[in-house]
């Protein structure tokens, strides 16, 4: 697995190809991946310098990064919900103007 910041294989666990490989036949590499279904490492001098996936692969990746997103963005909500003490910040402070008491139905808008 690969530390934060660093581009060497510690534990090869995983499929690696070296580059010489990837400029011979990138079409086998693609199948290999897709034949594993994970990820190939790609070594540059031993060193993992990308991974190769399929389209799928990387299709499903994207959507579960976006739903730990959403999750992470749903649950730090239901803790400022949760810590809401009520305060709340006047317009004035939001906005350099002044909200208006009534709506201007002649602003162009509508």
Do not use: F
Not at 37 to 55: C, D, E, F, M, W
Not at 58 to 71: I, N
Request: aromatic letters at 2%; hydrophobic letters at 35%.
């Amino acid at each position: 697995m690969l530390g934060k910041g660093d581009d060497s294989v510690k534990v090869l666990n995983v499929p690696t190809v070296s580059t010489t490989e990837v400029k011979q036949n990138p079409a086998k590499i693609a199948a290999m991946a897709n034949d594993l279904n994970t990820g190939v490492y790609v070594l540059n001098r031993g060193k993992a310098i990308s991974v190769t996936l399929t389209p799928g692969q990387y299709a499903s990746l994207v959507q579960a990064q976006e739903r730990l997103l959403d999750l992470e963005t749903e649950q730090k909500s239901l803790e400022n919900i949760k810590n809401d003490d009520g305060t709340r910040i006047p317009a004035t402070k939001v906005s350099e103007h002044g909200i208006p008491d009534e709506i201007d139905s002649d602003d162009g808008w509508e």
